[in-house]
């Protein structure tokens, strides 16, 4: 796959609603009720913000498709259009939202712009992993206000994958003291670019197949993308060979949004068959990452060199996250309201991770 064509819980869990959703077809069946089988043929446009069939996220979304086929019976078809095809990869928001299409695919951390509560949704820096975002959205109200803040925007939003712990980013000179990162430019979006941007980077946003390009000609000085399952693909290391572990997105979210008026005249067969669906891609996402990123941590080129970055600069970041939230919540109250919610949990969540994941890791090793 070309460079430019990139663009910038649990399965068991799924696999149990998925089987209640079937099972409870098979009953109707039974008793001459409504048979999901035999229900009108329903097709649905989705557009993504990815090309055909990108690795992890794009083949996730394939495979999301062919299960709702599936589990309806052949009765729910929905129809993935890459980006570009339908609509520019960061327009499908825009075009869902107007009706245009019925569903899109994308990272939530891309409409900042729209609503900056929406960031916090996507993830934060120095913030949840994925399960623990996870766990917020479904447990401590964090649908609730990403399904109210989106219905503005005629949407309704379910967690569509999620890519588990990024990589820091690729940079072309080492990073040994806060200083060194003065006037650097880096593509970083999102909290984590403002964060950055406190400790003297210039973010820059590019999409996807601009990137190495821009590396490579010294555009940019750094960049942050996945990690090393995709980012390999992207031949960051021949540019830039300081891999730095990371900290801005522990756990990103991404999304298969629907136009709310469109989710709302679904039946609820359709509806439970997707939302099944959706969670059985979460959960096959976040292991698929894993096992790759794994694999490919490996295969880097021998230059490749993995760092950390310096104690002065994260102390730095964290005390620069806390005045960006600050600032956000200021200037929208939908960001506070977000923030409360996902702060709240953190507060609950804290003790009982110190003392059986974080006490585990620590034992294991």
Same mark, same amino acid.
């Given at each position: 796959? &070309?460079?430019?064509?990139?663009?910038?819980?649990?399965?068991? *869990?799924?696999?149990?609603?998925?089987?209640?959703?079937c099972h409870r077809a098979e009953e109707t069946n039974k008793v001459g009720s409504v048979n999901v089988n035999k229900a009108k043929k329903v097709t649905l446009k989705l557009a993504t913000s990815w090309p055909a069939h990108f690795p992890i996220m794009g083949t996730g979304v394939d495979a999301f498709a062919k299960r709702c086929f599936e589990l309806s019976g052949g009765s729910l078809e929905i129809k993935v259009?890459?980006?570009? +095809?339908?609509?520019? /990869?960061?327009?499908?928001?825009?075009?869902?939202?107007?009706?245009?299409?019925? /569903?899109?695919?994308?990272?939530?951390?891309?409409?900042?712009?729209?609503?900056?509560?929406?960031?916090?949704?996507?993830?934060?820096?120095? =913030?949840?992993?994925?399960?623990?975002? %996870?766990?917020?959205?479904?447990?401590?109200? =964090?649908?609730? $206000?990403?399904?109210?803040?989106?219905?503005?925007?005629?949407?309704?939003?379910?967690?569509?994958?999620?890519?588990?712990?990024?990589?820091?980013?690729?940079?072309?000179? @080492?990073?040994?003291?806060?200083?060194?990162?003065? *006037? !650097?430019?880096?593509?970083?979006?999102?909290?984590?670019?403002?964060?950055?941007?406190?400790? =003297?980077?210039?973010?820059?946003?590019?999409?996807?197949?601009?990137?190495?390009?821009? !590396?490579?000609?010294?555009? %940019?000085?750094?960049?942050?993308?996945?990690?090393?399952?995709?980012?390999?693909?992207?031949?960051?290391?021949?540019? /830039?060979?300081?891999?730095?572990?990371?900290?801005?997105?522990?756990?990103?979210? $991404?999304? +298969?949004?629907?136009?709310?008026?469109?989710?709302?005249?679904?039946?609820?067969?359709?509806?439970?068959? %997707?939302?099944?669906?959706?969670?059985?891609?979460?959960?096959?996402?976040?292991?698929?990452?894993?096992?790759?990123?794994?694999?490919?941590?490996?295969? $880097?080129? &021998?230059?490749?060199? +993995?760092?950390?970055?310096?104690?002065?600069?994260?102390?730095?970041?964290?005390?620069?996250?806390?005045?960006?939230?600050? @600032?956000?919540?200021?200037?929208?109250?939908?960001?506070?309201?977000?923030?409360?919610?996902?702060?709240?949990?953190?507060?609950?969540?804290?003790?009982?991770?110190? %003392?059986?994941? &974080?006490?585990?890791?620590? +034992?294991?090793?």
């Amino acid at each position: 796959m &070309k460079r430019r064509d990139f663009l910038t819980t649990t399965a068991l *869990g799924a696999s149990a609603v998925a089987f209640s959703a079937c099972h409870r077809a098979e009953e109707t069946n039974k008793v001459g009720s409504v048979n999901v089988n035999k229900a009108k043929k329903v097709t649905l446009k989705l557009a993504t913000s990815w090309p055909a069939h990108f690795p992890i996220m794009g083949t996730g979304v394939d495979a999301f498709a062919k299960r709702c086929f599936e589990l309806s019976g052949g009765s729910l078809e929905i129809k993935v259009f890459p980006k570009n +095809i339908l609509v520019p /990869a960061l327009q499908v928001f825009d075009a869902t939202s107007a009706a245009q299409i019925d /569903a899109f695919h994308s990272g939530v951390y891309y409409w900042k712009g729209k609503n900056p509560a929406f960031s916090i949704f996507g993830g934060m820096p120095l =913030g949840l992993t994925s399960e623990e975002m %996870i766990t917020w959205l479904k447990f401590g109200g =964090g649908y609730e $206000l990403w399904r109210e803040m989106y219905g503005k925007f005629n949407l309704y939003p379910l967690v569509g994958g999620t890519t588990g712990p990024q990589m820091g980013g690729w940079f072309k000179k @080492e990073i040994n003291a806060l200083a060194d990162l003065k *006037g !650097l430019k880096m593509r970083i979006p999102g909290l984590g670019g403002e964060v950055m941007k406190k400790l =003297g980077v210039n973010p820059v946003l590019l999409p996807a197949g601009e990137i190495y390009t821009a !590396l490579e000609r010294g555009t %940019i000085d750094a960049t942050e993308w996945v990690g090393p399952a995709l980012d390999s693909m992207m031949g960051f290391a021949k540019a /830039a060979p300081y891999y730095y572990t990371g900290w801005h997105e522990p756990g990103s979210i $991404l999304e +298969i949004t629907f136009n709310k008026a469109r989710w709302e005249k679904l039946s609820d067969e359709h509806r439970a068959i %997707i939302t099944a669906a959706s969670e059985e891609m979460t959960g096959n996402m976040l292991q698929e990452f894993r096992y790759k990123n794994a694999k490919a941590l490996q295969a $880097l080129p &021998k230059n490749v060199q +993995i760092k950390t970055f310096p104690k002065e600069m994260m102390d730095a970041a964290k005390v620069a996250l806390n005045e960006v939230l600050e @600032e956000e919540s200021k200037k929208s109250a939908d960001f506070k309201k977000a923030l409360k919610s996902y702060q709240g949990f953190v507060k609950l969540n804290k003790p009982w991770d110190d %003392i059986s994941t &974080k006490n585990f890791l620590e +034992i294991r090793g």
